[in-house]
């Protein structure tokens, strides 16, 4: 067998004829250019060159003066078990091979006349070293697979197709608690769930019919029937045309599922809730934000996550009033001193012409209450609730002091009453349904109380005392377990009153979490319509008419028409008949067929005043993305978006004036440069059925190579800065089919986006073969090659050798290489590319510290 990988072989050849040794040296570095020899003249400097740079075959002579070859066998054999020693001597005799084998010679060969001896040693040294390189990879393998099944719950079997005969892996055998190796299929299946039994004859038997992996999740069953979830991938070995054998894999994923369903329900929970909720950390920026906290400000978890939350707050607050006080209240929550409680932040927030007053609540989370995130250690929990209402309804209570209003109040939340003279509690059904107890159910106030959370009721309990004997209201925020363990936040107050002749203590528990996730969610959405780049407008529908309900910042900058100019007014009242007429077409359309809708305008330039930058035709393109609003079942509303795409115009101008010079230069390269390339090449190979000479092989290379560069050179003008039409294309659908024209071997694709942008086809898909063809030829045969997504891009990463960072300025430049035999033209043709979609490429280290390319400034298709 020989080697099937270019990896050097290093020679150490022991003989006591230089000469011979010497000549040895070169027909075994002329037989394959893989040989490295380093020749020595003694057995004592072997040993010595086996110390500092052991090889990866020992080729040694018997007869030398001082230690022998035999000898010298032994002495290595004690320090190198398994290193390839080739006994290479013109003495010979049966005697002395029966000694090197039970030395452990690996090959013993007999200096003989004529050349061809050496073609006999050069195949035994490759034979040799590939047999060590197999069996340690054999053993690295074997000792992976028994580290991965001793680190996960994870196991193995194979079915012979023919016997129907399952092996099992140590792993898999302690999955399914068996001692035996081997069994009949049939009794494999008997360890599943009944009903799932079916199902894993028919994954097998698919396999072994489409030749294709099945991957499925089973049931394992215990004699405690009881059972656990164990994913098992099937993959088919084919030979012959047939499948022979089937691998299988299997893990227990029975903890996962587990996590998964809490996870699931806990976050049902959070997303259920009323009142907005978001977590800031300890360097105030947002980790958290729950779903309505975020459809209230129309932003996305990416979009909040890691962002700075004091430029929201001083956004949305109306007259900056309170801003100091939340930033204040922020840093008291995440002092670690647990007495320091921060008081309530009341906000005054301008929203729709009018007023609204939110309260904010800061709670500290530490890591065994933050649910959340437990990748946080230090945050809090702020919770935003509008209490216009409140406010209002509290003044109107200390100006009528009226018990029945109340009583009213305090019913629809959840009213409670405790009389200190019959220590008797009575609570609402509304209490009860918050505690999640039956309205029936009978509730002392000790009972109540542990409802509540640990590190909340002492204080709830203190504040009650203090209200019942000095007459001092409370009103706190706290968490309460329901009887069910769902957890709540609740708002709990309590107030001394006079009842007749005796005085008691009222009070109601409000359950604030939906609010404050509500408030937290519509904060977020106000600062992200406000501060877009993109100019964006909400259009109201109603009688058929299209009316401008609100514009954000960006729309005042780039029109100069503030909200006040526009709102309450229709497209055709603001930008005349005409365009008004085209713009409530496209809002019609949108409507009626209820789908988002894209289009482009085109401007006068004069159209547009508060444009920073003049363009060279008088002309600005926009490109609007309107989509529709349901209420109830019916579009009432329209949301859009446009942007300014001047910038992109100009380049597809740029290109078409290009396109008529790269067309002459191409001509003169596949035409005026090509043809004599054509000539000389069939001339050599005339010339070499003359003559045999190795100038004309050397001849016939560099022939070669310029025809690779002239290719280059075609392909760095074509598909460079010159595109075609763009359109939508997805960009996993483009990867995989590159993929499929290029010469990959045994390299691996993964692509991990279902991004869709706007690009041309074509070009992309030579970019991805560029750097597909890059991967493989720097990381060989068995990389793997990784395509997803970043912010505003995509990436393409492999886990070959990388490149190292001084050299990541320069790979890009045309006739850059670090192969032999590459133009340095691949990888320019890719920047290139980029560059005429306007794209910005650059080169980082991927995770398994191979290269990885990231292509940023992409347009995405929504």
């Known amino acids: 067998m020989l080697l099937n990988d270019r990896s050097q072989i290093h020679v150490l050849q022991i003989d006591d004829d230089p000469e011979f040794a010497e000549l040895t040296k070169t027909f075994l570095e002329r037989e394959d250019d893989r040989f490295t020899v380093e020749s020595v003249t003694s057995a004592s400097e072997g040993l010595q060159h086996l110390t500092d740079r052991p090889p990866d075959c020992v080729v040694s002579d018997y007869d030398m003066p001082g230690i022998d070859g035999l000898e010298f066998l032994r002495t290595v054999r004690e320090e190198h078990a398994d290193l390839p020693f080739i006994l290479f001597t013109g003495k010979g005799s049966e005697e002395l091979a029966s000694d090197a084998i039970s030395a452990g010679v690996t090959d013993y060969l007999q200096k003989q006349a004529g050349t061809e001896q050496y073609e006999l040693l050069a195949n035994r040294i490759k034979n040799a070293v590939q047999a060590r390189r197999e069996a340690r990879r054999a053993e690295r393998q074997e000792e992976l697979m028994r580290l991965t099944e001793s680190a996960g719950d994870t196991g193995g079997w194979e079915l012979d197709v023919a016997t129907d005969e399952l092996a099992l892996t140590p792993g898999g055998r302690q999955l399914l608690g068996v001692a035996r190796q081997r069994m009949p299929f049939e009794r494999f299946q008997e360890f599943w769930y009944p009903d799932d039994r079916g199902e894993i004859r028919a994954a097998a038997d698919a396999v072994i019919e489409t030749q294709e992996q099945v991957e499925g999740v089973w049931r394992l069953h215990s004699a405690a029937d009881t059972h656990r979830h164990v994913d098992i991938t099937m993959t088919p070995v084919i030979a012959d045309g047939g499948v022979t054998k089937v691998r299988g894999a299997i893990t227990d994923i029975t903890e996962y599922k587990q996590r998964e369903r809490q996870l699931s329900q806990y976050r049902d929970l959070v997303e259920s809730i009323n009142d907005a909720v978001f977590v800031v950390d300890q360097d105030l920026k947002i980790v ?14 990416r ?32 002092n670690d001193r647990e007495e320091e409680e921060p008081d309530p932040v009341e906000l005054t927030v301008t929203a729709g012409g009018s007023e609204s007053v939110f309260e904010h609540r800061f709670s500290r989370v530490s890591p065994s209450q933050n649910s959340l995130d437990e990748t946080v250690s230090k945050a809090v929990a702020i919770v935003a609730r509008d209490v216009t209402d409140r406010k209002q309804r509290e003044r109107e209570l200390k100006q009528t002091q009226d018990l029945m209003a109340e009583m009213e109040r305090l019913a629809e939340i959840g009213a409670w009453e405790y009389d200190p003279q019959k220590d008797k509690a009575t609570h609402t059904a509304g209490e009860l349904r918050i505690y999640g107890l039956d309205p029936e159910f009978d509730l002392q106030l000790e009972e109540a109380l542990e409802f509540y959370h640990p590190e909340d009721r002492d204080e709830l309990r203190t504040q009650f005392e203090a209200c019942l004997e000095t007459g001092e209201p409370y009103t706190t925020d706290v968490r309460v377990t329901r009887a069910d363990g769902e957890k709540r936040w609740v708002t709990a107050h309590g107030q001394r009153v006079q009842q007749q002749d005796t005085e008691v203590v009222r009070g109601y528990v409000q359950d604030i979490t939906d609010q404050k996730e509500r408030i937290n969610t519509l904060t977020q959405t106000e600062t992200l319509f406000e501060n877009a780049q993109d100019m964006l407008f909400i259009i109201e529908h109603s009688d ?11 729309f005042e900058s ?18 005349g008949e005409a365009r008004g ?29 508060n444009r920073d930058s003049p363009t060279d035709d008088g002309l600005v393109h926009w490109k609007t993305h309107i989509t529709p609003v349901k209420v109830d079942g019916d579009v009432d509303w329209i949301v859009g978006s446009t942007r300014d795409i001047n910038e992109r115009k100009r380049r597809e101008q740029e290109l078409k004036r290009r396109n008529k010079r790269l067309d002459e230069f191409t001509s003169i390269i596949s035409h005026d440069i090509r043809n004599p390339l054509n000539v000389a090449e069939g001339r050599l190979e005339l010339a070499h059925d003359d003559c045999d000479s190795e100038h004309l092989a050397d001849a016939a290379d560099a022939v070669d190579r310029c025809q690779t560069l002239v290719d280059d050179t075609l392909t760095l003008a074509r598909q460079g800065e010159q595109i075609g039409e763009t359109d939508s294309v997805v960009l996993s659908h483009v990867a995989e089919r590159s993929w499929r024209t290029v010469m990959t071997g045994s390299a691996e694709l993964n692509t991990e986006s279902g991004l869709t942008i706007r690009a041309d086809s074509s070009s992309l898909q030579r970019l991805f073969e560029n750097l597909f063809r890059n991967a493989v030829e720097h990381g060989g045969n068995d990389v793997a090659v990784l395509v997803g997504e ?5 990436f393409v990463a492999d886990t070959g050798p990388g490149i190292p960072e001084s050299d990541r300025e320069d790979i890009f430049e045309a006739g850059y290489s670090t192969t032999e035999d590459g133009t340095g033209f691949g990888l320019r043709i890719v920047k290139e590319i980029a560059d005429a979609h306007g794209w910005e490429i650059t080169v980082t280290e991927s995770q398994q510290g191979g290269a990885r390319f990231e292509i940023k400034g992409v347009e995405r298709e929504v």
Request: proline share 4%; glycine share 6%; with cysteine.
């Open 288 to 301: 958290y934000a729950n779903e309505k906290s975020l459809n209230n400000v129309g932003l996305t978890a």
């Open 790 to 794: 970043v912010d505003d891009g995509f």
């Open 581 to 609: 007429q085209r713009i409530e077409d496209k809002y019609r359309k949108c409507i009626e067929t209820q789908e988002s809708l894209s289009y482009e305008e085109t401007l006068a330039e004069e159209q547009v005043p």
């Open 558 to 575: 780039a029109t100069g028409l503030s909200n006040d100019d526009l709102r309450g007014k229709t497209p055709q009242e603001l930008f």
């Open 303 to 334: 979009e909040v996550d890691g962002e700075p939350i004091m430029p929201f707050v001083e956004q949305y607050a109306a007259d900056h009033s309170g801003v100091a006080e939340f930033e204040q209240a922020l840093a008291t929550a995440l």
């Open 544 to 554: 058929d008419e299209f009316i401008v309900k609100r514009v954000n910042q960006a």
